[in-house]
């Protein structure tokens, strides 16, 4: 059967089902390997020849993971820090479970156990945070899938947790005035230039606290942020 990968591509996907053995599968990248590989493989089961156990190698989220995070997967995302806490507390629930068991019931019921469960310091987890969690576990899924360790990823059948909207909070006139006083009363010698940058451009934390004096215009009056 042709599959399609999430990135617009496609690869082929065998499927043997003899009656008496166990269903065998695998994924190629051309129809060609798959139908010879079908063919060879087939044959093989019929003379008795054939290595089921080594054809399904169990592998353990632990496993995963581990391979994930040697392979550098994590040194390209952002907000790693995050990721590795999700998949951390994904490892507690799942750590020792082989990779076909996590199917989307599974997932669906430890999604569950995490939005009823309360964080470390007794608040409840919001809709988007537990929808973060399921990210991160998706993207470590999709690499299994790439690996040829899974058939497909089981969060992609699982809808996401509706959020709640965004606060839109504005300053008022009174209250910027006393926050640069409270700035400039700061022990902080860099506040009230954080804050002023902040309110005048829009700027999030992080980036004025990246920026660096090369990345400053002051002739044209101009900050560039690189990310």
Not at 33 to 39: F, G, M, R, T
Not at 80 to 102: I, P, S
Request: hydrophobic letters at 35%; charged letters at 30%.
């Amino acid at each position: 059967t042709k599959r399609k990968n999430k990135n617009g591509t496609t690869h082929w996907r065998a499927i043997i089902r003899l009656k008496g053995y166990p269903t065998v599968c695998k994924h190629f990248d051309r129809k060609q390997e798959a139908d010879d590989w079908a063919s060879a493989t087939e044959r093989e089961i019929r003379l008795g020849k054939f290595k089921f156990d080594q054809h399904k190698q169990q592998h353990t989220f632990t496993q995963l993971m581990e391979r994930y995070i040697n392979d550098g997967s994590l040194e390209h995302i952002r907000s790693a820090k995050d990721v590795m806490q999700h998949l951390n507390y994904w490892k507690t629930r799942v750590g020792d479970y082989a990779l076909v068991h996590l199917t989307p019931d599974l997932i669906g019921k430890e999604r569950q156990h995490l939005a009823a469960t309360p964080t470390h310091t007794g608040q409840k987890r919001s809709a988007a945070t537990v929808n973060r969690y399921i990210s991160s576990l998706s993207a470590l899924l999709s690499y299994a899938h790439r690996l040829r360790w899974i058939d497909e990823n089981p969060c992609f059948s699982l809808t996401k947790l509706k959020e709640n909207a965004g606060r839109d909070r504005v300053l008022s006139d009174e209250e910027i005035g006393r926050l640069l006083i409270a700035s400039r009363e700061s022990k902080s010698p860099y506040l009230y230039c954080i804050v002023l940058m902040s309110l005048t451009t829009g700027a999030r934390q992080g980036e004025i606290l990246s920026l660096e004096w090369r990345h400053v215009d002051f002739d044209n009056k101009l900050a560039h942020l690189k990310e």
